[in-house]
């Protein structure tokens, strides 16, 4: 084949993709990919600090990452297909900022309040992703594995 050739079969793959919705879904997967890595950080971090919320500087870790996790969350583009969903995202992750700032001042039962409406949100994003027709991919060693 040559260049002409393979340039009107690259439109027409282009094509029948934007005709099929395949496109908008690719771009749903990679918001998903995303907001499953900031989902799972969240929650590890947060698992983490619950009984070392003394350690200052492990609330310092934590409060920063979970700063910059909100942060990347309100700048991120959001396909229309799961937009729905997304403020639940936000919640989750600045419950978790919440609960960060909490651990510093040293209020635990705030600190509390946060990551269980944190958790809380958490299952509510979910379950609109799932009325929307998406479910979050796994994040983990299994995942790239089986790539």
Not at 42 to 49: C, I, Y
Not at 53 to 65: G, I, R
Not at 68 to 86: I, L, T
């Amino acid at each position: 084949m040559n260049f002409p050739h393979l340039r009107r079969l690259f439109v027409a793959v282009l094509v029948a993709l934007v005709a099929l919705g395949g496109v908008p879904v690719a771009w749903a997967g990679s918001y998903l990919d995303r907001a499953a890595l900031l989902l799972d950080e969240a929650r590890k971090e947060g698992d983490m600090l619950q009984p070392r919320t003394f350690d200052k500087e492990m609330v310092l870790v934590v409060k920063t990452l979970s700063e910059a996790r909100a942060k990347v969350g309100r700048k991120m583009e959001v396909p229309a297909a799961v937009a729905k969903a997304h403020p639940h995202l936000l919640l989750v992750l600045e419950n978790y900022e919440r609960a960060a700032d909490a651990a510093s001042e040293g209020n635990f039962k705030k600190f509390m309040e946060h990551i269980n409406t944190a958790r809380d949100e958490d299952r509510t994003f979910r379950s609109v992703l799932a009325e929307l027709g998406h479910t979050l991919p796994e994040v983990g060693p299994e995942r790239s594995r089986a790539r």
